[in-house]
């Protein structure tokens, strides 16, 4: 992760520390509003979940890694983004099998909206980047996360396979339907 630099591990595990004290532990009250749909739409215009049953559990893929879904993109601004993605990973960690790394979870990215909702996904912008460099520098074992993209038309994954080399965590391009 820091080129087995132990300094720069260790300057890593405080600044992780600092952010996470400061930030403190992330509420659902705090991000509700991001999970709601509005006024008359099936789905919320733009949301992170991680898929909990209800019953002390949550959806796990093959490898047993908690799911996250993106329903659509996350939306509001750079902080209250990093409070939906930090809610998310208190939540995994809460999941993680034993020997698990605490945020290593399969994401799915729902790139179509719902019926009525917003079209929210887009070229990641710079308050977007910031979740990036959140997962990097916060939540560096989340760097082992799986990410699927469902609706992409087949240029967009095309263009992501392209790119793929340039991104600075692990991208499994599919286009499901």
Not at 9 to 36: C, H, M, N, Y
Not at 58 to 68: H, I, K
Not at 98 to 115: A, F, K, L, S, Y
Request: charged share 20%; hydrophobic share 40%.
């Amino acid at each position: 992760m820091r080129n087995w630099d132990p300094s720069l591990a260790s300057a890593q595990i405080k600044e992780a520390l600092a952010w996470r004290s400061e930030t403190g532990t992330v509420t659902i009250d705090q991000i509700a509003p991001f999970l709601r749909a509005p006024p008359g739409k099936e789905g919320p215009d733009g949301c992170v979940v991680l898929l909990e049953d209800g019953r002390g559990g949550c959806a796990r893929d093959n490898m047993g890694r908690p799911v996250v879904v993106s329903i659509g993109m996350s939306h509001g601004s750079a902080s209250e983004m990093q409070a939906q993605m930090a809610y998310v990973m208190q939540r995994a960690k809460a999941y993680a099998l034993p020997g698990q790394c605490p945020h290593n979870t399969c994401t799915i990215i729902e790139v179509v909206p719902r019926d009525g909702a917003a079209t929210t996904f887009r070229f990641p912008d710079k308050d977007v980047r910031t979740l990036f460099d959140l997962q990097t520098n916060v939540f560096p074992s989340s760097l082992g996360t799986s990410t699927h993209f469902c609706g992409l038309p087949r240029a967009v994954t095309w263009a992501f396979r392209l790119c793929k080399v340039a991104l600075s965590f692990h991208v499994h391009i599919d286009s499901y339907s």
